[in-house]
């Protein structure tokens, strides 16, 4: 990348998503008003337009290998206030209404739970 394409990347107005080698970038779904990080998944060219074009959070599945639009199955979908863009334009950051548990564990979160030592302890929701 040249210098002037970094520059306009990291510090210009031009949305320039930065995929990485499997075309991918991480989204990072936040609760817009609990500011609790809700799942961390991946996101492809297509699953970032339908996002845009929807407002209901999509993500590319890497273990299926395909488009995922997260509720499509569960009725749990995420709905898409803003989409914060890191310095580098490699993750995205979803400012999230969710309608209903983020995991599919069924957890508020994903990140339910703690580590303690080489123990995993559950936290409250």
Same mark, same amino acid.
């Given at each position: ?35 609790? $990080? /809700?799942?961390?998944?991946?996101? *492809? &060219?297509?699953? +970032?337009?339908?996002?845009? %074009?929807?407002?209901?959070? !999509? ?23 803003? $989409? /914060?863009?890191?310095?580098?334009? *490699? &993750?995205?950051? +979803?400012?999230?209404?969710? %309608?209903?548990?983020?995991? !599919? ?21």
């Amino acid at each position: 990348m040249t210098d002037a394409s970094t520059a306009e990347r990291e510090l210009g107005t031009t949305f320039m998503p930065r995929f990485d080698a499997q075309g991918l970038l991480i989204a990072i779904a936040v609760d817009s008003v609990t500011k609790d $990080i /809700l799942m961390v998944a991946f996101m *492809d &060219a297509e699953a +970032l337009q339908k996002t845009r %074009e929807t407002g209901l959070a !999509h993500f590319h599945s890497r273990s299926r290998g395909k488009l995922w639009l997260k509720g499509e199955t569960s009725g749990h979908f995420l709905r898409v206030e803003q $989409i /914060l863009v890191d310095c580098d334009q *490699d &993750a995205l950051q +979803l400012m999230v209404r969710p %309608e209903g548990p983020a995991c !599919h564990t069924g957890a508020r979160s994903c990140f339910y739970r703690s580590l303690d030592g080489d123990s995993l302890v559950k936290i409250a929701p």
